[in-house]
């Protein structure tokens, strides 16, 4: 199957949005804590919180609240921002995928089956 995979980069900042983001605000909505969302993801919790605080920083305010926990842990909920990001990243992303998939499926048909994976970039 070939995918196509949208990273959003923001000029003249340099800041981006793409798939591990909104993976991770999506799994956020689902699970209730980054600890959970992390563990779901099989990512560690720095990394969530990086990612997190990375998109904190880029847009223009909170994309989570985040609640400290005690002994059954926190709880993390999406704000209005990070919803309107899930929407807006959702729908580039059909978008898309709706007006490149012949070509994607031509592409597709070009790749030889014995072709070496890609190795993955980290970010």
């Given at each position: 199957?070939?995918?196509?995979?949208?990273?959003?980069?923001?000029?003249?900042?340099?800041?981006?949005?793409?798939?591990?983001?909104?993976?991770?605000?999506?799994?956020?909505?689902?699970?209730?804590?980054?600890?959970?969302?992390?563990?779901a993801l099989?990512?560690?919790?720095?990394?969530?919180?990086?990612?997190?605080?990375?998109?904190?920083?880029?847009?223009?305010?909170?994309?989570?609240?985040?609640?400290?926990?005690?002994?059954?842990?926190?709880?993390?909920?999406?704000?209005?921002?990070?919803?309107?990001?899930?929407?807006?990243?959702?729908?580039?992303?059909?978008?898309c995928l709706?007006?490149?998939?012949?070509?994607?499926?031509?592409?597709?048909?070009?790749?030889?089956?014995?072709?070496?994976?890609?190795?993955?970039?980290?970010?």
């Amino acid at each position: 199957m070939t995918k196509l995979v949208i990273r959003i980069d923001f000029e003249p900042s340099g800041s981006s949005l793409g798939p591990s983001m909104i993976q991770l605000l999506e799994t956020l909505q689902k699970e209730g804590s980054i600890r959970k969302a992390a563990k779901a993801l099989s990512i560690s919790y720095r990394k969530a919180w990086l990612l997190i605080q990375q998109m904190q920083k880029t847009f223009t305010g909170p994309v989570v609240l985040a609640e400290a926990g005690g002994y059954e842990g926190g709880s993390t909920q999406l704000t209005e921002l990070g919803l309107t990001l899930l929407k807006h990243y959702r729908s580039v992303d059909s978008c898309c995928l709706e007006g490149t998939r012949k070509d994607l499926e031509a592409l597709a048909a070009l790749v030889r089956h014995d072709a070496p994976p890609r190795r993955r970039e980290r970010g």
